[in-house]
């Protein structure tokens, strides 16, 4: 009868440890979700325009620090036309997503 005391315990003690790890392991998945969203928030125009790319992923970051050089001059031509007077620049970029998504379409046929 005593092994039957001990082999409750023990699985008691199994599922209190793994409850622990559980726990521990939740707390660290809330932490990177967290992190992500912050960054989504704060770098949302370059994450869904590189997610709306055509390209690999690699190619992805770098047409989209092109558009950025690109939108980097475009505002400095036009102060004040894109920096959400008149046109987000959220929005420039994601015109400049469309297009390449039209050129690469045509390309491909």
């Given at each position: ?44 125009s ?26 980097g ?30 050129v ?6």
């Amino acid at each position: 009868m005593s092994s039957g005391k001990k082999n409750k315990t023990d699985s008691l003690t199994l599922l209190k440890i793994e409850k622990a790890r559980l726990s521990a392991y939740c707390t660290y998945q809330e932490k990177l979700i967290g992190l992500k969203y912050d960054y989504f928030r704060e770098n949302y125009s370059q994450v869904l325009g590189e997610s709306l790319l055509p390209y690999d992923d690699k190619q992805n970051v770098k047409v989209s620090d092109l558009l950025d050089a690109v939108n980097g001059v475009i505002t400095k031509l036009f102060p004040g036309t894109f920096e959400g007077k008149f046109l987000p620049g959220f929005l420039l970029k994601m015109i400049e997503v469309v297009m390449i998504h039209v050129v690469n379409k045509k390309k491909r046929n």
